[in-house]
């Protein structure tokens, strides 16, 4: 059973973590201005893993690749402390085939979108993932 969290999605922020500028520049467009949340950006999973601390996001998406090892890294770094370890995640990936449901559990990510992916629709699937209730704020 799927239940659906009633939120103020406005209130939401959600951290992003690509190294490459032009994808984290329109996922982060998505994400602010048409679900209206707030988003804070990383380069890098260090950068990432210091901005969780320090802003405590309701969720995070991060582009994982499998040559990136560094991926999953902070994935055992942010599991593993105590101040991030209930952070949702949800995977951004051009390859999920090597994403299989024991890599998933291990690291408790809530879910994986696939590159290429509709940007009009990203808010409405990372919303899905999450299991909160999202209504577009352009309509």
């Known amino acids: 059973m799927n ?11 959600i951290l992003l973590i690509d190294d490459e500028l032009n994808v984290r520049e329109i996922v982060k467009f998505c994400l602010q ?24 996001p309701d969720a995070i998406v991060l ?17 593993n402390n105590t101040e991030t370890k209930t952070i949702p995640v949800v995977l951004l990936s051009a390859k999920a085939r090597w994403l299989d449901s024991q890599i998933l ?24 993932l999450l299991g909160w209730d999202f209504t577009s704020v352009i309509d």
């Open 33 to 56: 201005d048409l679900a209206g949340w707030n988003v804070v950006t990383a380069d890098s999973p260090l950068e990432g893993l210091q901005n969780a601390v320090r802003d405590s």
């Open 63 to 79: 582009d994982i690749s499998i040559r990136d090892m560094a991926s999953f890294e902070f994935m055992n770094k942010l599991r």
């Open 105 to 128: 559990q291990k690291y408790q990510v809530a879910g994986v979108i696939l590159k290429p992916f509709n940007p009009v629709t990203l808010p409405a699937q990372v919303a899905q």
């Open 3 to 13: 239940m659906l969290k009633e939120v103020n999605i406005t209130d939401k922020t």
